[in-house]
């Protein structure tokens, strides 16, 4: 059973930064893609950002292109999201999430595991 969970989330100015980690069970980053979605109150949850098995490749949804980042650390089993020129419309909860394929990664249902997100808040 794949396990995933966040943390880093808080309070932010707007412009400020924060990065998040997602702590995995072993051999889920060489097993599965793994992914960050997001979901503002009352809105859908929505892709954010994806990274392959071996790291080399990486997606980004438009809105975050050029101020978040994916990584991994595959001897932590821990994913990340570092996220800088934060805006109040980033405010969300922020998901962990596991996908077979690199084409199923951006769609929520299509994840296979999810964690139970932390909780970023971008003040203006």
């Known amino acids: 059973q794949v396990q995933l969970v966040e943390s880093g989330g808080g309070l932010v100015q707007a412009g400020g930064s924060l990065r998040l980690s997602c702590a995995a069970s072993?051999?889920?980053?060489?097993?599965?893609?793994m992914g960050w979605f997001r979901q503002a109150p009352e809105k859908e949850r929505e892709f954010v950002a994806a990274?392959?098995?071996?790291?080399?490749?990486?997606y980004y949804a438009d809105s975050v292109k050029g101020r978040f980042t994916i990584s991994n650390d595959s001897a932590k089993n821990t994913v990340y999201l570092e996220m800088n020129s934060l805006k109040p419309e980033d405010t969300a909860i922020y998901y962990c999430a596991s996908a077979a394929q690199w084409t199923e990664i951006q769609r929520p249902i299509s994840v296979l595991y999810w964690g139970k997100g932390t909780l970023v808040t971008v003040s203006s």
């Open positions: 072993e051999r889920t980053l060489s097993t599965y893609v």
């Open positions: 990274i392959n098995r071996r790291g080399g490749n990486r």
